[in-house]
């Protein structure tokens, strides 16, 4: 049917122009995230271990800090190994359904990230203002409950996203000004025009991270006022314990909001924006809550003298 052939799309793959052209600088940049995305998997999967092996942390806290490393996990290890590859072969194309793929999958994560860093909030609000009824308020259900909701909306906001998109017309240029796929330069290759679809996009993933971001930062600010209202002792033990929570969420959603909302699109800027991300994010999260977390670090030290015990039989 040449109609039909005629409507879809003849683009086959992509080709990602990655980071950078110069052969020096790709080799630069091969060492330094090979080395950043080895740092992310065990660190990421060190937090996931521990949690879930020693049972002084099942706790609802460190059950959502789990599944965040988790995610972390993920979201870096759909775009990284990519890279690396593309950087040490030279040979950077991505299949179109690899693209939509990889689109779809960094929209479930990303929406599902967003929706548990306010589950977290949440948590630290009940410990800190209600910490008689903590555990009857984050009790295991509910915490399983909200999770499965977080993973639910992240794959409502991705379906949603490609709904929009699916179905462009792709004849030409092929393209992206990245080292992965994502909307808002996968829109802009299509042989349409496409102002509405970026608008609608932009607009869906744009007011999701702005809005989070601010009832995150608000909900931040209430925790705050409510706790410096009983002590000034309370004041600085909650500054210190949402601090991590409020670095982690600055550097997570700067990225999204910037990418997203920023009318202009700065090539160099999203880049950037998109190692801190997938790159960096994901190797401070493990520190900045465990680091800074006597249970985590006393958890970790139970674990190393187990495994060390193992190894001598």
């Given at each position: 049917?040449?109609?039909?052939?005629?409507?879809?799309?003849?683009?086959?793959?992509?080709?990602?122009?990655?980071?950078?052209?110069?052969?020096?600088?790709?080799?630069?940049?091969?060492?330094?995230?090979?080395?950043?995305?080895?740092?992310?998997?065990?660190?990421?999967?060190?937090?996931?271990?521990?949690?879930?092996?020693?049972?002084?942390?099942?706790?609802?806290?460190?059950?959502?800090?789990?599944?965040?490393?988790?995610?972390?996990?993920?979201?870096?290890?759909?775009?990284?190994?990519?890279?690396?590859?593309?950087?040490?072969?030279?040979?950077?194309?991505?299949?179109?359904?690899g693209c939509?793929?990889?689109?779809?999958?960094?929209?479930?994560?990303?929406?599902?990230?967003?929706?548990?860093?306010?589950?977290?909030?949440?948590?630290?609000?009940?410990?800190?203002?209600?910490?008689?009824?903590?555990?009857?308020?984050?009790?295991?259900?509910?915490?399983?409950?909200?999770?499965?909701?977080?993973?639910?909306?992240?794959?409502?906001?991705?379906?949603?996203?490609?709904?929009?998109?699916?179905?462009?017309?792709?004849?030409?240029?092929?393209?992206i000004d990245?080292?992965?796929?994502?909307?808002?330069?996968?829109?802009?290759?299509?042989?349409?025009?496409?102002?509405?679809?970026?608008?609608?996009?932009?607009?869906?993933?744009?007011?999701?991270?702005?809005?989070?971001?601010?009832?995150?930062?608000?909900?931040?600010?209430?925790?705050?006022?409510?706790?410096?209202?009983?002590?000034?002792?309370?004041?600085?033990?909650?500054?210190?314990?949402?601090?991590?929570?409020?670095?982690?969420?600055?550097?997570?959603?700067?990225?999204?909001?910037?990418?997203?909302?920023?009318?202009?699109?700065?090539?160099?800027?999203?880049k950037f924006?998109?190692?801190?991300?997938?790159?960096?994010?994901?190797?401070?999260?493990?520190?900045?809550?465990?680091?800074?977390?006597?249970?985590?670090?006393?958890?970790?030290?139970?674990?190393?003298?187990?495994?060390?015990?193992?190894?001598?039989?």
């Amino acid at each position: 049917n040449p109609m039909y052939e005629a409507n879809y799309s003849e683009v086959f793959e992509f080709v990602l122009l990655g980071l950078s052209t110069y052969r020096p600088v790709q080799h630069f940049l091969l060492a330094i995230s090979t080395v950043f995305y080895v740092i992310i998997v065990l660190g990421n999967i060190l937090v996931v271990f521990t949690v879930t092996s020693d049972h002084h942390l099942h706790s609802p806290m460190y059950f959502l800090l789990g599944n965040l490393s988790f995610i972390d996990l993920c979201l870096s290890t759909l775009t990284v190994p990519k890279m690396i590859s593309d950087l040490y072969s030279g040979h950077n194309t991505i299949s179109f359904q690899g693209c939509v793929i990889q689109i779809f999958v960094l929209h479930v994560l990303g929406g599902s990230e967003m929706v548990l860093l306010i589950v977290m909030a949440l948590d630290r609000y009940v410990a800190i203002c209600r910490p008689l009824h903590y555990l009857t308020i984050m009790s295991p259900r509910l915490c399983i409950l909200l999770l499965s909701g977080a993973w639910a909306i992240g794959l409502i906001h991705a379906v949603a996203q490609l709904a929009f998109v699916v179905y462009l017309p792709f004849c030409g240029p092929n393209e992206i000004d990245s080292f992965y796929c994502d909307l808002p330069w996968f829109i802009k290759l299509a042989c349409t025009d496409t102002y509405r679809t970026e608008f609608v996009v932009t607009a869906n993933s744009g007011f999701i991270s702005t809005g989070t971001f601010f009832l995150l930062i608000i909900s931040y600010i209430f925790i705050l006022v409510t706790v410096q209202k009983r002590s000034s002792a309370g004041l600085s033990k909650a500054l210190s314990t949402l601090s991590a929570h409020i670095t982690v969420v600055v550097l997570f959603f700067g990225p999204c909001i910037f990418i997203y909302m920023w009318p202009f699109p700065t090539v160099p800027v999203d880049k950037f924006l998109a190692i801190l991300d997938f790159m960096i994010t994901p190797i401070l999260n493990p520190a900045i809550y465990t680091l800074r977390n006597k249970d985590m670090k006393m958890a970790m030290k139970r674990l190393s003298v187990q495994l060390l015990s193992l190894r001598k039989f």
